[in-house]
């Protein structure tokens, strides 16, 4: 049985965060929150449109992998966002109506590699890591694994672990001391 590939464990620093949304234009800033704030994918950020979003409740309900139908509470900050959009229809995307030139997906990605290049943002990391910086946020804040995983929309148990940074080793000493029970030294 062929082997999977290790789980990518690169997630977007707070630092990162603030350059990335502090130089982005309209679009790719709803994109880059929906992706982080609402860990969604890249195509369901996308494809959120009027007729995705309940505006009085702050909801989007939308279809994501495997069919899965979701609802997210989205913040004041892209509640903002899509009130400033002016989509075409109710089925056109905020991010591409809030983006002046972006009419493809290769669009977006060109502009999100220039965007991490004025921002000082290291060059590996991908929209989809913002996705995983949530997971593991939510995760470090709540312990709470069926949490992160109804928020990633995964079915299996697994595919969520995959998604978590692992715990800075330095950090382990101090959470390993915790949990040991106290002995003393017998002379």
Known sequence: MPRKPDAR????SPDELTRLLANAKPGLRCLILLCFQTAMRFSEALSICPANYDQQNHTVTFTGKGGVTNQLPVTEEIAALFASAAPASATDSFVLALSETA?????????????????GVDPSLRIHDLRR???????????DMRLVQQLLSHRRMESTFHYLAPHDPKNLKPI????????KVIQ
């Open 103 to 119: 009419t493809a997906t290769s669009t977006l990605q060109n502009q999100w590699k220039a965007l991490k290049k004025k921002a």
């Open 176 to 183: 390993l001391e915790a949990i040991q029970p106290a002995t």
């Open 133 to 143: 910086t949530q997971a593991t946020a939510v995760y470090r804040s709540t312990k």
């Open 9 to 12: 464990t690169r997630i977007a």
